[in-house]
């Protein structure tokens, strides 16, 4: 009897055994099948007790793996769900009381984390999933920024930030970059001043890591990404990371953000853009670079030795010098001679002219100029008006006609009279030698003031009517009080040709009299018509 009990027991042990290791053998099938499932399974048992830590270094050997794409951006995100709980529950803060056996822990864990920020920092430079390592990056620092904080202490994780930041700018895209401005740059404060902060030794690196030109046009679309600076501090916009009620940081201050963001722009200029970066700097100098400056000044050496280069570079940084002029009573030494040599061939073609008559306009306003120094503008100009496009003397004329009812003094330029008979005797036996001297550099010495405006004579039998139209403002009598600048600017030989075009014609306009019978042969000698000027060069016989 107790032998038969016995052998059923043993009977039904090996029976759940037996069922034990089939459960076991179909799971592991299973997971074979779906990693995703095992990954899961994974992140579960870390959740459930301390005793199964360990799987963490499993999931990190599975996010490191490249083969499976699916599996490893999974596993990046079962690890960020696994440390956000862990950091929720304080399991990453050392606390008083604890054994050394929680201490060895906690210490453990701290190092598990920073090998997963380092995965997550290195699949941002990688061409995919770089938009799911931002979110799961962002996300550990802000809970890291949370839960290692307490009531009366403020600890931002500028170092993990910095990571974050110079990866984007040494090896990530232009689409990663543009989605870190839009999501976390562009919206919070202390982002965007620890981001500041971290890109200061990133670019004082020496030799730059990565090469000087890439490493500049990428730290400039960071920089660059704001079109109006925070006025007040109100204007800052939220934190990312929770700031302790009633503690005084300086990330809260709008003046040390400006201080940060103006190391920053210093210190990308430090890396010394070439011609086509230069010109993207001073695009954006007066609206989006110097307001970040707690002091302009800085900037002095960078725009004069643009303002000093020539070319479309000169008339770009224009704008930049004006405005430390005006901020900073910048005193440019001889500063209308170097506005004077802008004036050459190429200012009326550059598409850049709108903004430098803007700026122009601006700089001969003041009526205390010196009227010879006005008329050797006025002059200058008009001279270039005889080689330069339709579109650009429309907006001349209107500008000339300003200055004029600015400076009345230059008025003499207008119509000039032979006063005796002896000077009308010359004029009209020996013509007139101009006296405006073309070469001189220095528009106080030019003697354009005693020279004439025959160029505008010449403008109005121009071969666009529109220009010979504008130009005969200067022969009639100035009843305007002054003409509104951007009304021409813009104008350009599309809109130009387009005005003409959509005019309504009243009258059609007589194009031939007579049909002629030939246009390339001899007429008729009977005909008594002359033959045509074709027909006298050419023999088409």
């Not at 592991?28 to 899961?40: G, H, M, R």
């Not at 009620?245 to 300086?250: D, E, G, T, W, Y």
Request: proline residues 5%; contains cysteine.
């Amino acid at each position: 009897m107790s032998g038969k009990a016995g052998d059923e027991s043993l009977k039904r042990k090996r029976s759940k055994a037996s069922e034990k290791a089939n459960k076991r053998a179909k799971a592991e099938s299973s997971d074979e099948d779906d990693p995703q499932a095992d990954i899961l399974l994974l992140e579960n048992e870390i959740l459930e007790s301390k005793k199964n830590y360990n799987n963490i270094t499993t999931l990190l050997e599975l996010a490191q793996k490249d083969h499976d794409d699916d599996s490893t951006q999974l596993a990046l995100v079962s690890l960020c769900r696994v440390f956000l709980r862990l950091l929720a529950s304080g399991s990453l803060s050392r606390r008083l009381g604890q054994s050394e056996k929680d201490i060895v822990v906690v210490q453990w864990l701290k190092q598990r984390l920073g090998e997963y920020k380092k995965i997550v920092v290195s699949v941002l430079t990688q061409e995919e999933s770089t938009s799911t390592a931002l979110t799961l990056a962002m996300r550990i620092l802000q809970a890291e920024g949370q839960h290692t904080n307490d009531n009366h202490d403020y600890n931002f994780p500028r170092g993990f930030l910095k990571e974050i930041v110079e990866a984007l700018v040494q090896d990530g895209s232009k689409e990663i970059r543009q989605e870190f401005c839009e999501k976390f740059l562009g919206e919070y404060a202390d982002i965007r001043f620890y981001t500041f902060m971290a890109l200061k030794p990133i670019l004082s690196v020496d030799p730059p890591p990565s090469p000087g030109e890439s490493l500049f046009d990428n730290v400039f679309d960071l920089l660059s990404f704001f079109e109006d600076v925070p006025a007040s501090k109100e204007d800052m916009g939220e934190f990312y990371v929770e700031i302790p009620v009633k503690k005084s940081l300086p990330v809260t201050h709008l003046n040390q953000q400006k201080k940060q963001a103006q190391e920053a722009w210093l210190a990308l200029l430090n890396l010394g853009p070439n011609r086509d970066q230069r010109k993207k700097v001073l695009q954006i100098m007066t609206k989006s670079i110097a307001p970040w400056f707690t002091k302009p000044e800085l900037l002095m050496d960078f725009l004069t030795d643009s303002y000093d280069s020539g070319g479309a570079i000169s008339l770009l940084a224009l704008s930049g010098v004006f405005y430390l002029i005006q901020e900073r009573n910048l005193d440019y030494p001889l500063f209308y001679r170097k506005l004077y040599s802008l004036l050459d061939a190429n200012i009326l073609h550059s598409k850049h002219r709108s903004r430098f008559f803007r700026l122009l306009d601006t700089f001969l306003s003041s009526t205390h100029l010196p009227a010879v120094l006005v008329a050797s503008f006025i002059k200058r100009i008009t001279r270039l008006c005889l080689n330069a496009p339709p579109a650009a003397i429309v907006v001349v004329i209107p500008w000339i006609y300003n200055l004029f009812k600015k400076h009345p003094l230059c008025t003499f330029m207008m119509h000039r009279v032979p006063r005796t008979p002896e000077e009308k005797e010359a004029l009209e036996n020996e013509g007139m030698a101009d006296p405006f001297i073309a070469d001189e550099e220095d528009p106080m010495e030019t003697c354009a003031i005693d020279s004439c405006l025959w160029e505008v004579v010449q403008l109005q039998s121009h071969y666009h009517p529109n220009v010979a139209t504008i130009a005969k403002i200067i022969s009639e009598q100035f009843t305007k009080q002054s003409y509104n600048l951007e009304d021409f600017l813009d104008h350009s030989y599309s809109s130009l040709l387009d005005a003409e075009l959509s005019k309504q014609v009243k009258k059609a306009p007589v194009v031939e009299f007579m049909i002629p019978k030939r246009v390339f042969l001899p007429q008729d000698p009977d005909s008594g018509v002359e033959d045509s000027l074709l027909a006298k060069l050419w023999d088409f016989q």
